[in-house]
Nanobody
Framework: QVQLVESGGGLVQAGGSLRLSCAAS????????MGWFRQAPGKEREFVVAISGSGRSTYYGASVKGRFTISRDNAKNTVYLQMNSLKPEDTAVYYC???????????????WGQGTQVTVSS
């Protein structure tokens, strides 16, 4: 069982930056690939980015590639999402998730955090 807690959301102007954090419980954090997803009002949940358990592999969704950066610190059981050049269309609730394999992927995430709101004003 993995428990995930996101933090770092907030209100930012277009062009600004935010860094989200996701703290995970458990002693085997490095064995879990981690992902960030987002859901805007009235829209389906969207894959944002994923990182392998070791941190050596990442995979970005097309809408954020070049603007967002995922990283992880396995010693701190934490994954980060640095978001730069934010746009109003990035406004959503952002969720971190864990999958029970170390390889990067876009689905099969059984563990989810509660989400953190990111609002980008124009």
């Amino acid at each position: 069982q993995v428990q995930l807690v996101e933090s770092g959301g907030g209100l930012v102007q277009a062009g600004g930056s935010l860094r989200l954090s996701c703290a995970a419980s458990g002693r085997t954090f490095s064995s879990y690939a981690m992902g960030w997803f987002r859901q805007a009002p009235g829209k389906e949940r969207e894959f944002v980015v994923a990182i392998s358990g070791s941190g050596r592999s990442t995979y970005y969704g097309a809408s954020v590639k070049g603007r967002f950066t995922i990283s992880r610190d396995n010693a701190k059981n934490t994954v980060y999402l640095q978001m730069n050049s934010l746009k109003p269309e990035d406004t959503a609730v952002y969720y971190c998730a864990a999958r029970t394999v170390s390889g990067v992927g876009v689905n099969e995430y059984p563990y989810w955090g509660q989400g953190t709101q990111v609002t980008v004003s124009s």
